[in-house]
């Protein structure tokens, strides 16, 4: 079993940065693929991105691509999501997610195992 716990939402007007956290707890923390999703109000969970459990492999949805980054310390059991240029539509949940396999990190929600409780991120314009 992976608890996750997401930290660093807040509100922040467009065109400025925030830095998401994710920490898991266990020891296999190494060996999971990890993802960011989101999702705004009436709207479906949608991919953001996603890194593979040595680091080596990451994914990003084409609305965040150049502007978002994700990156792993496993020495810290935590994932990171870099948010520079900041946008109003970027406004929602932010949720982290931990996959089993071993391939390259999943884009689907269904694929991931654990989840975290999620953390809101407002743009303002």
């Known amino acids: 079993q992976v608890q996750l716990v997401e930290s660093g939402g807040g509100l922040v007007q467009a065109g400025g940065s925030l830095r998401l956290s994710c920490t898991a707890s266990?020891?296999?923390?190494?060996?999971?693929?990890m993802g960011w999703f989101r999702q705004a109000p009436g709207k479906e969970r949608e991919f953001v991105t996603a890194?593979?459990?040595?680091?080596?492999?990451?994914s990003y949805a084409d609305s965040v691509k150049g502007r978002f980054t994700i990156s792993r310390d496993n020495t810290k059991n935590t994932v990171y999501l870099q948010m520079n240029s900041l946008k109003p539509e970027d406004t929602a949940v932010y949720y982290c997610?931990?996959?089993?396999?071993?391939?390259?990190?999943?884009?689907?929600?269904?694929?991931?195992?654990?989840w975290g409780q999620g953390t809101q991120v407002t743009v303002s314009s």
């Open positions: 890194i593979s459990w040595s680091g080596g492999s990451t």
């Open positions: 997610a931990a996959d089993r396999g071993l391939g390259r990190p999943p884009i689907t929600p269904v694929s991931y195992d654990y």
């Open positions: 266990g020891r296999t923390f190494s060996t999971y693929a």
